[in-house]
């Protein structure tokens, strides 16, 4: 891992229009962040957090409704992803891949393991003797024997499929890979054969991780830095060992609280949250976890708080930061 960042994402904003355009949900309501080439960064919260929203949108199958992603090109110049149109983003795709959450749905039935690979290749021009190469290649790469390329998806368990979607992911030689909870839909045992792959396949390929999680269990086997969203905005950002020792906000040590510790002599430490997920498409004024928050002040309805640095490479959005003690793992 480096300190030069390879993605740089300012203020971004999507926003999905209902009701006739009347109203708007915020899923993506002003996130910033750095990406350093070579590192894992996860992306965690509840569901309906604007997490994958925000993965989709910096590969641009969601147009972003304002904001700017940074990306550094390999001969050092960059570009602002989100000002390219379709035809000056198709040469910058091939760097940037995605693993999909679920393996069963985004495989293509019809399609064979050789053809499901190859089909990125093919769409770029490879020759038809150097893909199958690749493919061979591919297969070695996430544990999978040769003999399988002939098989279509359905004769294959969950955690093949996803190692066939990672395969299909490094085929064009990536440099970002945006992972969208690629081992929740898998079984426990499962999970942890993918996760050593991918940490892995990044040691060895150099890769950049955008992790997009819910199960912070797995977010600290595999990241460098753990982002916090809740409702749209990122709360809470730190490197992996200080969130999970010493959170900042609120809202995260409520998420840690929820991690089940395999030590059967330390009770459970589980904190409630009151209330339901604020409405993104009407948040509460102010901080938008006020109504959730067993720490509130009168200050937390009325005024909305920054993402402020408490410490090197330690940000949270809390009025009240610095002020409270909050238990992490």
Do not use: W
Not at 88 to 101: A, G, K, V
Not at 256 to 262: F, M
Not at 290 to 300: G, K, M
Request: charged content about 20%.
């Amino acid at each position: 891992m480096t300190t030069t960042p390879l993605l740089q994402v300012r203020e971004l904003i999507k926003y999905f229009p209902i009701e006739g355009g009347k109203r708007q949900v915020r899923a993506v309501d002003g996130v910033s962040f750095d990406l350093l080439a070579g590192e894992c960064l996860a992306l965690v919260g509840e569901s309906g957090c604007g997490k994958t929203t925000v993965g989709r949108t910096l590969l641009r199958a969601y147009n972003p409704t304002s904001g700017s992603a940074i990306y550094r090109r390999e001969d050092d110049t960059t570009v602002d992803l989100m000002q390219l149109s379709t035809r000056e983003l198709r040469p910058l795709r091939r760097y940037m891949q995605m693993i999909f959450q679920n393996p069963y749905s985004s495989l293509n039935p019809r399609m064979t393991v050789a053809d499901i690979i190859g089909e990125p290749l093919l769409v770029n021009g490879v020759p038809h003797a150097e893909r199958l190469a690749r493919v061979r290649e591919l297969m070695h790469e996430v544990g999978l024997p040769e003999s399988y390329l002939a098989r279509y998806p359905h004769a294959f368990s969950g955690g093949q499929r996803q190692r066939i979607g990672i395969a299909r992911a490094l085929a064009l030689h990536p440099r970002l890979i945006i992972a969208d909870e690629p081992v929740s839909a898998l079984d426990v045992s499962v999970q942890a054969q993918v996760l050593n792959l991918l940490g892995e396949l990044q040691r060895r390929l150099g890769l950049t991780y955008l992790f997009v999680a819910h199960d912070l269990s797995v977010v600290r086997h595999l990241a460098d830095r753990v982002a916090v969203m809740y409702v749209g905005k990122i709360v809470e950002i730190a490197g992996v060992d200080a969130l999970f020792d010493a959170p900042k906000h609120p809202y995260t040590e409520a998420l840690l609280s929820a991690v089940p510790v395999p030590d059967p002599t330390r009770p459970p430490r589980r904190l409630l949250l009151g209330g339901d997920i604020a409405d993104p498409s009407a948040p509460p004024p102010g901080c938008a976890f006020h109504p959730r928050c067993r720490y509130v002040q009168p200050r937390c309805s009325a005024e909305v708080p920054e993402l402020r640095e408490l410490s090197p490479g330690h940000s949270a959005r809390c009025h009240f930061a610095e002020e409270l003690t909050l238990e992490g793992m």
